[in-house]
Every structure is written in C-alpha cells, then in structure tokens.
C-alpha cells in the first residue's frame, strides 16, 4: 500500500499535471475531453519512459483504464453516409433530421 502510494507521487510529481489542474481550479475553464485527454498522454509518457504498469499510471492521473486504452473506430461507410446527407440536405426538398434519417436507414440500407 505505502509503495503504491509513493510510486504515484514519484510519478505525479515530474508531470505537468499538477500545474494543470492548478489552473482549471483557478477559475480557467479547461474542457473536461481535453483536460482528459492531456492526462492519457501523461500516463502514456509514463508507461513508455518510467516503465510502470498502466494500473498505476491510470490511478496517479485519475482516469480511468477503460478510458486510457479506448480507442474510437470509425466505419468506412461514415464518409459515404456524409455525402448522402449532405446531396439530401442540398435538394429542393425540405427535409428534417427525421425523415433523412429514415431514408437512409430504410431506403439506402444503413443501419
């Protein structure tokens, strides 16, 4: 327990992480994704050059090791439903997030 304890400090105390939340606390507002984001390179800076276990880089900066290994996938069809959007959105038509949503789904077979 102690060790863990005294890891984490040897950890936090080298990162900028302290100087950051000093300055959202002082009444900077810093978005929570960017501000979580700056602590996953933290702890992946930590990970890659102090050598510790993922556990206890993801405790000493406070996220969440769920969050520190996800990464988004995007599908290759994203691109294809934007042009389908954007062609929809462009005719005389006037159509709603509503309708567009069920042509694509129930007419051109996206799910």
Same mark, same amino acid.
């Given at each position: 327990?102690?060790?863990? *304890?005294?890891?984490? #400090?040897?950890?936090?105390? $080298? ?5 950051? *939340?000093?300055?959202? %606390?002082? $009444? ?8 979580? +984001?700056?602590?996953?390179? %933290? &702890?992946? /800076? &930590?990970?890659?050059?102090? +050598?510790?276990?993922?556990?206890? &880089?993801?405790?000493? =900066? ?7 290994? /996800? ?6 069809? #994203?691109?294809? %439903? ?13 159509? $709603? =997030? +509503?309708?567009? /949503?069920? /042509?694509?789904? #129930?007419?051109? +077979?996206?799910?």
């Amino acid at each position: 327990m102690y060790v863990d *304890m005294a890891m984490q #400090n040897e950890l936090v105390k $080298g990162s900028p992480r302290k100087r950051v *939340m000093r300055q959202s %606390i002082a $009444g900077r507002v810093l978005c929570s994704n960017i501000l979580r +984001g700056f602590l996953r390179e %933290i &702890a992946r /800076y &930590a990970i890659d050059e102090r +050598g510790v276990s993922a556990a206890l &880089a993801c405790c000493a =900066f406070w996220i969440s090791q769920r969050y520190f290994r /996800y990464v988004p996938l995007l599908a290759d069809e #994203n691109k294809e %439903i934007e042009d389908w959007l954007i062609a929809l959105n462009k005719a005389p038509k006037n159509l $709603g =997030f +509503g309708l567009c /949503y069920l /042509y694509l789904r #129930n007419i051109k +077979g996206f799910i």
